[in-house]
């Protein structure tokens, strides 16, 4: 049985009720409940929120909302981890026992269900314990610089000043919209990213939104797709 846990927590504080904030004509969340229900690839969609009114929405999407999270488990300083253990657990103590379980974040509205099966294939091919979308950064990270208090420019790594882009190793970062797990790692506590299978998507298509600068970004870009 493979089962979806969406985290949906409600102290959001630099978008204020992110998860359910309408974008595109309907409630943020309802982009990865319906990518979960429209794969087939789920017996169960659960989220897991400590707000009561998340919950009646996710419901609405046709989610399941079985449990509260705890509050303990809902503060800024909470790590993903946790949250999707606690999950399984609950989901453990109502006699849905999984083999795999997929945690999609709540703020998606580019997820596709097809990186989604991708990604589960290339778990399955791998035997590896996590794998989770990744995209190339749009430049060398080589080349990157930092800024000092007097604005003076300094490279991270001068060494590769005068190196070539192309001649530079690619570097991925984390996509930011599911991590495939089997169930055991899960609750083992383990680490995602280290040891984790990559699967590459465009970057275009990859949009973090954690500011009103990124919410814009993704309305624009929704807008341009939907088009």
Known sequence: MNIAIIPARGG??????????????KPMIAYAISAARDSGLFEHIVVSTDDE???????????????LRPADLANDHTVIVP?????????????WKSDHVCCIFPAVPFIQIEDMKGAFARLMEAGADYCFPVTEFPSAIQRAFRRLDDGTMQA????????????LEPAYHDAGQFYWG????WLRDGEI????IGYVIP?????????HEDWLRAEILFKSISS
């Not at 991270?156 to 001649?167: E, G, K």
């Not at 970057?203 to 500011?211: A, G, L, M």
């Open 53 to 67: 009114e998340i919950a009646a929405i996710a419901r609405e999407c046709g989610a399941e909302t079985p449990f």
């Open 156 to 167: 991270f790594y001068p060494q590769f000043a005068a190196t070539r882009t192309q001649d």
């Open 193 to 196: 990213i280290n040891g984790g």
């Open 12 to 25: 959001s504080k630099r978008i204020p009720r992110k998860n359910i904030k309408c974008f595109g004509g």
């Open 203 to 211: 970057s275009w298509r990859v949009v973090d939104i954690d500011t």
């Open 182 to 185: 089997k169930t055991s790692a």
């Open 83 to 95: 949250v999707i253990a606690h999950g399984i657990q609950a989901c453990q103590a109502l006699g």
